[in-house]
């Protein structure tokens, strides 16, 4: 026979477990970013770093709520419903961790397209209105003190799972659409762009995903804490694809130089590039200043002083 807290405290339990395994994961990658890239622009690093310490304060709050109602308050059912200042906090460091994320590949978006202002904006804008009903959230449950009351946030909950999957939507269409017009006439280049591609629309289903959960379990199945499977793993999976995005670089350059020594579509653009105003097919052939932007934030055109700050996946 099933206990009468599957639906509450068990899945409260199953979501700290789950969360402790991706704040590992999360850790792990951040570990792996600041070993491998240490010349990397002083503004990636500060974003990473911001990350760790809102998704360590997160899952830490996490805990300190679990502890204090099933320890501290240890048969005592009144508990089981009191909002804590523990499961403010953690609500809020998880809603600024996905703001974070979000601005950060706005601002990436932005510098792959500086002439396409409205994109970066329009995601801009829609990241803000998730942080301000996150915020607006946040302030609502925490005056109602009690998780028997949470119906009374449907219409602000909605709105911020809401922006934020119309956020992570549009932050995978605007990479592709971008990324995309950065086609040439070179099979490695365009071969690397689809990898790109890939890996955008890979992170933004995950933290789409997980925003979509959030809102469809919150309002099918009310009274009961199944929500938390998109609302406390969110803030993870935000930072385990922002960090996967950064350490991948990587494998992608070692593709892009194992293509590089194939045939004439896959030459290296460096070989190219005292000619590239003679060509005789007419081919439009961008400068390996270009294409290293693409893949790495902290390459810099030494020739051009040209420097990319932010990673462009």
């Not at 502890?67 to 609500?91: E, K, M, P, R």
């Amino acid at each position: 026979m099933s206990s009468p807290l599957d639906s509450t405290m068990g899945i409260w339990l199953v979501s700290l477990f789950l969360a402790t395994i991706l704040y590992g994961m999360g850790l792990i990658q951040a570990f792996l970013y600041f070993n491998w890239y240490t010349k990397d622009h002083w503004g990636v690093k500060a974003v990473v770093i911001c990350l760790v310490i809102l998704e360590t304060l997160h899952i830490t709050f996490f805990f300190c709520g679990t502890y204090w109602i099933l320890i501290d308050h240890f048969g005592d059912f009144a508990a089981l419903v009191v909002i804590t200042w523990y499961d403010s906090a953690q609500l809020l460091a998880g809603y600024l961790s996905a703001f974070t994320v979000q601005m950060y590949f706005a601002y990436c978006i932005y510098a792959l397209s500086p002439k396409y202002k409205i994109m970066p904006m329009f995601i801009a804008a829609l990241a803000l209105l998730q942080i301000g009903a996150g915020l607006a959230q946040t302030i609502i449950t925490t005056e109602l003190g009690s998780f028997t009351l949470l119906d009374k946030t449907k219409r602000i909950t909605t709105l911020q799972a809401a922006s934020a999957f119309a956020c992570d939507v549009s932050i995978t269409a605007c990479l592709c659409y971008t990324l995309n017009g950065k086609r040439t006439g070179l099979k490695s280049t365009n071969s690397l762009l689809n990898t790109l591609m890939i890996i955008a629309v890979n992170r933004g289903m995950l933290t789409a995903l997980s925003a979509a959960l959030n809102i469809i379990l919150f309002l099918s199945i009310p009274n009961t804490f199944w929500f938390f499977l998109g609302l406390i793993l969110s803030g993870k999976l935000y930072m385990n694809s922002m960090l996967a995005t950064l350490n991948t670089r990587q494998h992608i350059r070692g593709r892009l130089n194992e293509d590089s020594a194939g045939p004439w579509n896959s030459i290296h653009i460096r070989n190219l590039s005292s000619n590239r105003n003679t060509n005789s097919g007419g081919t439009n052939v961008p400068e390996e200043s270009t294409l290293n932007s693409h893949i790495d934030p902290a390459y810099e055109d030494k020739g051009n002083k040209t420097t990319f700050t932010m990673d462009m996946v």
